[in-house]
């Protein structure tokens, strides 16, 4: 059977939220006013259908031509016009731990938060940011009942997870979207031990920018795992764009930011501004990242802290390898051990080389995400020798090697990626056609923020292509059995109107990076998810494990509101 | 019918047995590295066999567990592919390719090329040029040029420009923004 509701993957499903969203959402109040130092001089005039001009450096000069604009569809903030008293103060994210067969109850409701000195509403599970964090063992299966309780339909997608299809979360494939009122119980099996993350697939670039994300830690039944460390911290990653007076509103219709994605000014940890940690001397803490990002990939520096990468999405790497950082784009994890052996105070900090257009410059951007405070007293046990020693897995070695020899296969489909506009204001596609005489591989900060806010998923396209037919987005009709090894070639093609990196997701299955440029990748681990630098190609190895109806899309949330998406089918 | 079993065979999808490691095959040479990021190698006609000399510098992302290889500054860690044609070789020294910055106030030294005019380096600036020098000896801690350059290039990031004095921005003085 052929996949028969490919259009509605996109088109149903934007038509009938957008529609629902601009229902239920209060008006945008009138144009506001912001005279903080990130308001670039001369945007201070008012603003039209309750949007804020979006903050900019003060240094950049505006482009001539769109100094009034504003994006072409209305102004949504959750909770507009309601007093933030209203709604209950988030807490923490608090670990539940679950055996097979027990059951959560999540309700996806309102909450405030205190950011950056602003009062704001926004959204949470079970009024946690992140949502709480679900630890099962591998094998089981955990029963969450979702009860929706925001203005806007959600699903929660289980982001990683082989799960039954049924309860993969993708609005009007798998389920019905959850009105505001409603429930739904999702029957989370879990055959991979890891760390995978869970996230709405409704308006991602609202719901999930707004907190609507957290953890599902899978533990494996093998003590000897990951190696010997001393604790373990959650650390997930995001950003928030915000100016003087609090959260920059979303678009309501459409997506705003379709060019770039959504890049925060606001960086969090564990939806914190200013998290801090405290270790003991010799200290081996093993952390577990994830970027829940709209757009923005990070460069996690460990403040000098020797830094020991050991898995990644879907397990762990074939052997540990050590390494300055740790870059992780949206929706990636990456598991990382580090070794605290200098008392003192460490920043752990987003280290990147950001673009400046109008300069024709790259520059150096460090960002604290969070402090650490090392104390003198030593920890015990001491594990100085055992993080001294990199690790080869060889269960992770047996099991990928069954598949090397469809590495060389050729390829049996191809994917390109590009992007088609209409209807951008004239003087964003002058600049653009001649700012894009070179473009990053890419792309760690909003070098064009006013071009890029003015971009709504209704003037962009983003496409994903498959080369053999032609066929685009929803349009492609791809069709496997259970048991098929799918090698899938992407090519980011640098020649469009503005080429992008792309974190590309493929749902409900797991695959294998083999190479990047045709150099074979020389220490691989199951992902559910990679970064698609642009003009490269990348091969992958999908192995069809999982029977269903099932998404791939870029991860960056205004790039799948703009139609960068298809599904596939894998029979019985 | 047979052809068609054959097509059939080589373009469906595989299905997976386990195989023996012994049957492993090396990933296949079909990609070729990015054309958009490459570094064309202009001669300078400065030595004799060069009038003709082409190359060029194939960039790709060093080893990394992340796909994407950065520097501890966050820049780009490439390597460098240097190939070049259409040139004798010399009858005296050693043909060593560099890299530096655009200011040219760091160099970083790629290597000496070998038989085949070719080279492989590792290098750490998002923006840099790539010069193929005539040095009188294969010096591997020599930490910058000596002898005359044959070939140059500029990495993709060079055309990265600034906007200020022109364009959209024609109001914009350039020297405002420290350009003369």
Not at chain 1, 184 to 201: C, I, L, S
């Amino acid at each position: 059977m052929r996949f028969a509701r490919r259009k509605p993957v996109r088109s149903g499903l934007l038509a009938v939220l957008a529609g629902l969203l601009f229902a239920c959402v209060a008006p945008a109040p009138a144009a506001a006013q912001d005279t903080t130092m990130t308001m670039h001089m001369g945007h201070d005039m008012g603003m039209g259908a309750g949007w804020r001009m979006v903050p900019m450096d003060p240094n950049m000069p505006m482009l001539p031509g769109i100094e009034m604009e504003v994006p072409p569809v209305g102004a949504f903030l959750p909770g507009e016009g309601m007093d933030p008293a209203m709604f209950p103060e988030a807490h923490p994210s608090e670990m539940v731990r679950m055996a097979d067969g027990d059951t959560l109850d999540i309700a996806v409701s309102m909450v405030r938060r205190t950011l950056h000195g602003h009062e704001v509403v926004m959204y949470g599970y079970n009024g946690q940011y992140p949502g709480p964090l679900i630890q099962a063992p591998k094998d089981a299966t955990v029963v969450v009942r979702v009860t929706n309780e925001i203005q806007m339909p959600t699903t929660i997608h289980w982001h990683g997870v082989r799960i039954d299809n049924r309860f993969d979360g993708v609005p009007d494939v798998t389920q019905a979207p959850i009105q505001q009122g409603e429930s739904f119980t999702y029957q989370v099996n879990v055959p991979d031990a890891g760390m995978f993350w869970y996230h709405p697939h409704v308006r991602e670039d609202v719901q999930q920018d707004l907190g609507l994300f957290g953890n599902l830690l899978v533990t494996s039944p093998d003590p000897d795992y990951y190696g010997p460390a001393h604790r373990e911290e959650i650390f997930v990653v995001d950003d928030i764009l915000m100016d003087g007076q609090g959260l920059l509103p979303w678009g309501k219709e459409a997506p705003t930011h379709s060019l770039m994605g959504r890049f925060g000014n606001v960086m969090m940890v564990n939806g914190q501004t200013d998290y801090r940690l405290t270790a003991k001397k010799g200290e081996v803490v093993r952390f577990y990242l994830t970027d829940v990002a709209n757009t923005r990939t990070f460069n996690v520096v460990f403040g000098g802290a020797k830094t020991k990468i050991v898995a990644s999405d879907v397990g762990r790497f074939e052997h540990e390898q050590w390494v300055h950082s740790v870059l992780i784009a949206p929706a990636e994890r990456y598991v990382a051990d580090v070794r605290f052996e200098e008392p003192g105070v460490h920043a752990i900090t987003n280290v990147v080389q950001a673009v400046n257009h109008f300069a024709g410059t790259f520059y150096p951007e460090v960002d604290t995400l969070a402090l650490v405070t090392v104390s003198d007293e030593e920890a015990t046990p001491d594990l100085r020798e055992a993080f001294a020693t990199l690790r080869r897995n060889d269960e992770v070695v047996e099991d990928i090697e069954r598949y090397r020899p469809l590495f060389d296969k050729a390829p049996d489909h191809e994917l390109e990626t590009t992007v088609r506009v209409s209807g951008l204001p004239i003087p964003i596609v002058l600049a653009m056609e001649m700012d894009t005489l070179y473009v990053p591989p890419m792309e760690f900060n909003d070098a064009m923020p006013m071009m890029n806010w003015l971009s709504t998923a209704e003037q962009v396209t983003w496409i994903l292509r498959d080369r053999a037919t032609g066929a685009e987005n929803g349009d492609i009709h791809w069709k496997f059995k259970v048991g098929d090894v799918v090698k899938i070639r992407i090519f980011n093609n640098p020649k469009s109107f503005h080429p992008m990196n792309h974190p590309f997701h493929i749902h409900g299955q797991r695959f294998l990076v083999t190479s990047m440029d045709g150099v074979p990748n020389d220490n691989l681990v199951w992902k559910d998810t990679a970064i698609v630098p642009v003009g490269t190609t990348m091969d992958i190895l999908v192995e069809m494990s999982n029977p269903g109806t099932w998404m791939a899309h870029c991860h960056i949330a205004e790039h799948l509101h703009s139609g960068m998406m298809f599904s596939f089918v894998v029979e019985e | 019918m047979m052809l068609l079993l054959a097509t059939l065979a080589f373009t469906a999808p595989a299905r997976i047995d386990p195989v023996p490691a012994a049957l492993f095959c090396a990933v296949p040479d079909d990609v070729d590295p990015p054309a958009y990021y490459a570094v064309d190698l202009v001669t300078t006609k400065r030595l004799p066999g060069t009038g003709h000399a082409e190359g060029t510098g194939h960039v790709t992302f060093a080893s990394s567990p992340f796909g994407v290889a950065l520097a501890p500054d966050g820049s780009y860690l490439y390597d460098v592919a240097i190939q070049l044609h259409d040139m004798g070789k010399p009858d005296a020294g050693v043909l060593v390719a560099w890299a530096t910055t655009t200011q040219v106030d760091q160099v970083q030294r790629l290597g000496a090329l070998d038989e085949s005019l070719s080279v492989r380096g590792q290098v750490t600036w998002n923006k840099f040029l790539v010069v193929v020098t005539l040095e009188p000896t294969d010096d591997a801690a020599a930490t910058a040029w000596t002898g005359p350059i044959a070939l140059r290039g500029m990495s993709r990031s060079g055309m990265m420009h600034t906007m200020a004095g022109h364009g959209p921005f024609q109001q914009e003085l350039c020297a405002k923004y420290g350009y003369r």
